[in-house]
């Protein structure tokens, strides 16, 4: 699919290209329900042709912390634990409950925009101390600094290798 636009409150059009190397465009009407399918479609080809290592996602959600001045990033690798939950952590702290919201908005954001990748599980918002981005493969901690302290992720995981990332 190329494009679609809502045509009327229950229409809707979308261009279906076919791939091939002399592309064939078709013009199709469709209702609401058809639409919202259609939609879903693009934007899952549209996150396998962005298709990011677990190296590369981990660079990008580094930078996407960078960005809101998030400090003491730390990344644990975890590839080679046995039964761990996923391939890496990322944490890093905010100074305040809106700095931790706008570093985890700002991960959710960029991830989705360059990477084409929506977490799986966001939770924490609500209290401000801590929140987490499951991506599966890698999962982001953004605590205040009392929080990181209380939980010790890194002591926890200290048989992983580690990685600090300069503040900006």
Same mark, same amino acid.
């Given at each position: 699919?190329?494009?679609?636009?809502?045509?009327?409150?229950?229409?809707?059009?979308?261009?279906?290209?076919?791939?091939?190397?002399?592309?064939?465009?078709?013009?199709?009407?469709? +209702?609401?329900? +058809? #639409?919202?399918?259609?939609?879903?479609?693009?934007?899952?080809?549209?996150?396998?042709?962005?298709?990011l290592?677990?190296?590369?996602?981990?660079?990008?959600?580094?930078?996407?912390?960078?960005?809101?001045k998030g400090? +003491?990033?730390v990344s644990?690798?975890?590839?080679?634990?046995?039964d761990?939950?996923?391939?890496?952590f990322?944490?890093?702290?905010?100074?305040?409950?809106?700095?931790?919201? #706008?570093?985890a908005?700002?991960?959710?954001k960029?991830l989705?925009? @360059? #990477?084409?990748?929506?977490?799986?599980?966001? @939770?924490?918002?609500?209290?401000?101390?801590?929140?987490?981005?499951?991506?599966?493969?890698v999962?982001?901690h953004?605590?205040?600094?009392?929080? %990181? %302290?209380?939980?010790?992720i890194?002591?926890?995981?200290s048989?992983?290798?580690?990685?600090?990332?300069?503040?900006?």
């Open positions: 699919m190329h494009w679609w636009m809502q045509l009327s409150p229950d229409k809707y059009a979308f261009e279906l290209v076919n791939g091939s190397e002399n592309s064939m465009k078709e013009l199709y009407l469709c +209702n609401f329900e +058809n #639409a919202k399918y259609l939609k879903n479609l693009q934007e899952k080809t549209a996150q396998q042709e962005k298709h290592s677990t190296t590369q996602i981990t660079e990008l959600i580094v930078d996407s912390i960078q960005d809101i400090k +003491n990033i644990l690798d975890l590839r080679e634990l046995d761990a939950p996923t391939d890496y990322i944490i890093c702290e905010g100074d305040s409950s809106t700095q931790i919201s #706008a570093i908005n700002n991960i959710v960029r989705k925009e @360059e #990477a084409g990748l929506r977490p799986s599980h966001v @939770e924490g918002k609500q209290s401000g101390t801590w929140v987490l981005v499951d991506y599966f493969d999962i982001v953004v605590f205040y600094p009392e929080t %990181r %302290r209380f939980y010790e890194e002591e926890l995981w048989d992983a290798k580690q990685t600090e990332y300069q503040n900006i």
